[in-house]
């Protein structure tokens, strides 16, 4: 396939804006790239994509999000609304996680990725929790990655919150779905990737945090994890071991280089030391942690040190673009400083560390996964975007923030696969999903 008469944002360190340009997919990937007349003469035959002027970029990445959560939405709760984040997790989160069926993981699923492929969001890393259905419940979401034709990373989050025999299979469901993975990996699929799913700190014994370190080292996997999104995680940790979360976690062997540690609201500089030296990876979620009132995380401080921050959703819609633009404001008003968290540290953050996020967990897309290069994956967008002011390499991460966003996606391409175009999905099948949807939430909220 050629992709025609785009302006290819190649996202490449440093940036640059090919006017003009086409790109070869071959096998999946990039496998040229040039301006659009040269590559028509030299490559006749193959089949054309016309991008019409749109901007071609890479495809976001959601560095961690829960599609269990999707069908929350508009549900009432009764009884006194949550005060605290403690309250959150148990009138709202727990109850829910606890009434899922496997059909309802698999729709929770499907909702989600209709959302993310029409904003443009072509990987996910997922974080799942069905308390009463984890056996095989990464199946059901893997079958929705599947038909969508996206990528994701999954993961089942281990807690002792609801006793010994739901800890125990929910660390089988990792390591069940983890050789799974990484079998059909080797064979060359790189529509799915596993992680280590843990919830938090303040969910889990030393016991079971040490059966799961053991067994991420054997399997030579990482762990997916919420830390320090809120205080209450210092207290229990501080009370439970005399150390501080991210103290906790390292000498438990969690982190490490291919660990996501999620939020980071409430770490101190010695934790960020830490997280540094271990190569561990911080994923941000500013929508979610105004939502839930727990704090803003110090990019600044993180950043500055080299810690690859990346951006999350946490369950939110998975318009990378909103995500990204409340990251920038939100940082502002926190910090009461207007140079903080400027527009081109956003996009690095949701491009260039999310793609270092992305390959922990899928090695096989290559060094190139996240860039519109030769021998990149074709995880691409086209996005409806006619600047009012000159746009260049320089200054696109302006634009990205205040004239971009999800609602602007024409077409979504996967491994040169062609999810979406001019705004029709053409792997799934939209009315009927938010029907079954609706009906399975409905029954959902009668158990809650
Ligand atoms: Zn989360």
């Given at each position: 396939m050629l992709i025609t008469n785009g302006n290819v944002v190649t996202m490449e360190t440093p940036n640059r804006i090919l006017s003009g340009g086409a790109l070869l997919v071959e096998g999946g990937r990039i496998a040229d790239l040039g301006p659009s007349a040269e590559m028509e003469a030299a490559y006749p035959e193959a089949q054309r994509l016309d991008a019409a002027g749109r901007l071609v970029m890479p495809g976001l990445i959601c560095a961690h999000t829960h599609f269990y959560g999707a069908f929350a939405r508009g549900m009432a709760l009764g009884g006194e609304p949550a005060t605290n984040f403690p309250e959150i997790l148990e009138k709202l989160w727990w109850r829910l996680d606890k009434a899922l069926w496997p059909d309802d993981v698999h729709y929770s699923a499907l909702v989600c990725l209709v959302d993310a492929i029409r904003h443009g969001t072509t990987t996910l890393i997922d974080h799942h929790a069905s308390q009463k259905h984890i056996a095989g419940s990464l199946d059901q979401i893997a079958h929705a990655v599947e038909q969508a034709g996206v990528r994701a990373c999954l993961c089942y989050e281990v807690t002792d919150r609801d006793g010994e025999q739901a800890a125990r299979a929910g660390i089988t469901e990792n390591v069940r779905f983890i050789r799974r993975t990484r079998a059909r990996q080797l064979e060359g699929d790189l529509r799915l990737g596993a992680a280590f799913g843990l919830h938090a700190s303040l969910t889990l014994s030393e016991a079971t945090l040490e059966t799961c370190a053991e067994l991420g080292r054997q399997m030579g996997t990482g762990f997916h994890l919420h830390v320090a999104e809120d205080k209450a995680d210092q207290r229990d940790s501080l009370r439970r071991s005399g150390l501080r979360v991210v103290e906790r976690l390292a000498k438990a062997g969690?982190?490490?280089?291919?660990t996501i540690a999620a939020h980071c609201v409430h770490v101190d500089r010695i934790e960020t030391e830490i997280l540094l030296d271990s190569g561990t990876m911080v994923v941000h979620n500013a929508r979610s942690n105004m939502n839930n009132a727990v704090g803003t995380a110090d990019l600044r401080w993180m950043l500055k040190i080299g810690i690859p921050v990346g951006l999350g959703n946490d369950g939110f819609s998975n318009n990378m673009f909103t995500e990204m633009a409340v990251a920038y404001l939100a940082q502002k008003q926190a910090s009461g400083?207007?140079?903080?968290?400027p527009a081109d540290q956003v996009v690095q953050m949701a491009w260039d560390h999310n793609a270092r996020i992305g390959r922990a967990f899928f090695p096989g897309l290559g060094p190139q996964f996240g860039q519109l290069a030769?021998?990149?994956?074709?995880?691409l967008i086209l996005v409806d975007y006619d600047p009012p002011t000159p746009l260049d390499a320089g200054n696109l991460p302006w634009h990205i923030i205040f004239g971009m966003d999800g609602s602007r996606i024409d077409s979504t391409i996967v491994g040169g696969q062609v999810l979406m175009r001019h705004r029709q999905?053409?792997?799934?099948?939209e009315a009927e999903i938010m029907a079954k949807a609706r009906e399975l939430a409905d029954n959902l909220w009668r158990r809650v």
């Open positions: 969690i982190l490490g280089p291919q400083d207007p140079r903080t968290l030769k021998g990149a994956p074709a995880d999905l053409l792997t799934l099948d």
